[in-house]
Nanobody
């Protein structure tokens, strides 16, 4: 499996921006679809965005469309989540995930490797 490490979380005011990074190691990065999920206290883990190996296929949950952008740099084995126009309801722990193969899934079951998570807090 690939090992994942997120960074870039923090505290930001509503309307602000953050960029999360997910550094991968251990396996060929291009063999994996990359995803971002989030989990708020007392809530289930929620799909946020995913991107296929080439970056040519992306998916987003409706609540972040037009505000978040997922991307990847295969040369750096790193995936990113650019988060703009942040809202208090975006406050969560954000997890990076990797799924081997081409499926750009929205279910956690599509992903076999997970990072430890990074906290994002949006103040009103």
């Amino acid at each position: 499996q690939v090992q994942l490490a997120e960074s870039g979380g923090g505290l930001v005011q509503a309307g602000g921006s953050l960029r999360l990074s997910c550094a991968a190691s251990g396996r060929t990065f291009t063999g994996y679809t990359m995803g971002w999920f989030r989990q708020a206290p007392g809530k289930e883990r929620e799909f946020v965005a995913a991107i296929n190996w080439s970056g040519g296929n992306t998916r987003y949950v409706d609540s972040v469309k037009g505000r978040f952008i997922i991307s990847r740099d295969n040369a750096k084995s790193t995936a990113y989540l650019q988060m703009n126009s942040l809202k208090p309801e975006d406050t969560s722990i954000y997890y990076c995930a990797a799924g081997f193969g081409a499926t750009v899934g929205i279910s956690a079951a599509n992903y076999g490797s997970w990072g430890q998570g990074t906290q994002v807090t949006v103040s009103s």
